[in-house]
């Protein structure tokens, strides 16, 4: 089945403690992103990637880093995690361009940052 | 960049009745996508539509690209149907841009 995959689904974490989300594709799709989605702002686009070893920031990479070493995968890291950094956050993928290039999301991994 | 206006933003409906969501966007776009979030948060991918008309069961849409809207309906509305619609669209390598969505109550 044609998926993206998010890990955790549930984290409630403390101040300052790294943590990673992890988030998979298995459509081999080149441009993956990665969303925050928080009330009266809507969904907002964190950081993308067109490609292994190729990424760049959204509207708000302030607080985060991701890395693409495999096209499969596309982590999410809170070096040093804060409370407004609490939020709903969703992994997405699509093809690059062309016929097709619909966008497909995972299940969403909510964050509480005490 | 381009804007995504959705209306209404909040709409309550009885079990068994109709309704039209609208979309309008700004600037010419290659791809437009309708989802639903569904109470428990997760993002479902109604349609993918930059054009034409499409329809799977009860839900159907239409993007007229030339005058920039796309139409969401809902036909004999159940429960279930309830949650946030969102349009969705981008042009090129663009982000994917979201509208801020309609809030649909589906009352038995």
């Known amino acids: 089945e044609a998926q993206v995959t998010q890990n955790p689904r549930y984290l409630i974490t403390v101040t300052g403690k790294k943590l990673t989300v992890t988030c998979s594709q298995n459509?081999?799709?080149?441009?993956m992103s990665w969303y925050r989605q928080d009330p009266g702002l809507g969904l907002r686009q964190i950081y993308y990637?067109?490609?292994?070893?190729?990424?760049d920031k959204g509207d708000v990479p302030e607080g985060y880093k991701v890395s693409r070493k495999e096209k499969r995968n596309f982590p999410l890291i809170l070096e040093s995690p804060s409370p407004n950094q609490t939020s709903l956050y969703f992994c997405?993928?699509?093809?690059?361009?062309?016929?097709?290039?619909?966008?497909?999301f995972g299940p969403g991994t909510r964050l509480t940052v005490l | 960049g381009i804007q995504v206006e959705q209306s209404p933003p909040d709409l309550i409906l009885q079990e068994g009745a109709n309704s039209t969501l609208r979309c309008n966007f700004s600037?010419?776009?290659?791809?437009l996508q309708w989802f639903h979030q569904n109470p428990w948060g997760q993002l479902i991918n109604l349609f993918y539509?930059?054009?034409g008309t499409k329809q799977n069961g009860r839900l159907s849409a239409t993007t007229v690209a030339t005058e920039r809207y796309s139409l969401l309906y809902i036909s004999s509305s159940q429960t279930t149907d309830s949650g946030v619609y969102f349009c969705?669209?981008?042009?090129?390598?663009?982000?994917?841009?979201f509208g801020k969505g309609t809030r649909l109550s589906v009352i038995a």
């Open positions: 459509m081999n799709h080149e441009y």
């Open positions: 969705a669209v981008h042009s090129g390598n663009t982000p994917l841009v």
């Open positions: 600037d010419s776009v290659n791809n």
């Open positions: 990637s067109m490609n292994v070893e190729v990424t």
């Open positions: 539509i930059p054009s």
């Open positions: 997405a993928s699509r093809r690059l361009a062309g016929v097709g290039n619909e966008q497909f």
